[in-house]
């Protein structure tokens, strides 16, 4: 999408963070903050990565299955589809709606399995001092990804207490929303393919901008 060519962070990163966003507490209780829950969240699944990088670049397979285990876990997949679909999602037919979800799935696992092989951070920090919640319901967390050459990301998770547990909804890496990112994508793929639900299922890659957005970092 000739879209994504404006975005000015590593598309390792976005899969990185976006890893961790589907990662994160499972079974947190409301009374556990949000703060806490991400800190947690992120030492375990650094934990997984570090050391082991290697063996997984060689064994996509076995990393990709990690992932869609994660995912398949905590994922509302129909509401993310929804999500990205946007305004076109109430007039697509039942079964593009499914196929779309399968499609973004595939693409969610695949690229955050190519991120977490390939970025290199130096340290990944929640910050300590966070701002007050506008909502019960909701919160967001800051934290900054300092990459091994020193540059500094800062990244904002947004969560929402579902039942009894914090789930993040969305993440900004560097100033970019990356729910609405998607967003824009199937809109723009909407648009030059004259509102073809099919043809823009069809046309949805994990690949598309991985040069230009890691070359423009």
Do not use: C
């Not at 699944?45 to 905590?74: P, Y």
């Amino acid at each position: 999408m000739e879209m994504l060519n404006m975005i000015r962070i590593p598309l390792t990163l976005a899969a990185l963070l976006l890893s961790m966003l589907f990662s994160l507490a499972v079974q947190a209780a409301p009374e556990r903050q949000p703060d806490e829950v991400i800190r947690h969240s992120v030492e375990t699944l650094t934990g997984k990565i570090e050391g082991r990088r290697d063996h997984f670049a060689e064994n996509m397979a076995e990393l990709e299955a990690l992932v869609d285990e994660s995912l398949d876990e905590i994922a509302d997949f129909r509401y993310i589809g929804a999500s990205v679909m946007g305004r076109y999602f109430s007039n697509a037919t039942p079964q593009q709606r499914s196929r779309f979800v399968d499609t973004f799935r595939q693409t969610l696992i695949d690229t955050y399995a190519k991120g977490l092989v390939t970025f290199d951070y130096r340290e990944l920090r929640v910050l300590s001092s966070q701002g007050p919640r506008r909502h019960e319901d909701q919160a967001s967390v800051d934290m900054e990804v300092v990459a091994k050459d020193g540059t500094v990301y800062p990244v904002s998770y947004s969560l929402r207490l579902s039942g009894d547990e914090w789930r993040v909804v969305n993440v900004i890496v560097n100033g970019i929303n990356l729910g609405l990112t998607f967003r824009n994508q199937f809109d723009q793929a909407m648009r030059d393919n004259a509102r073809d639900y099919d043809a823009v299922i069809d046309g949805w890659s994990p690949d598309v901008g991985v040069e230009e957005l890691e070359q423009g970092a």
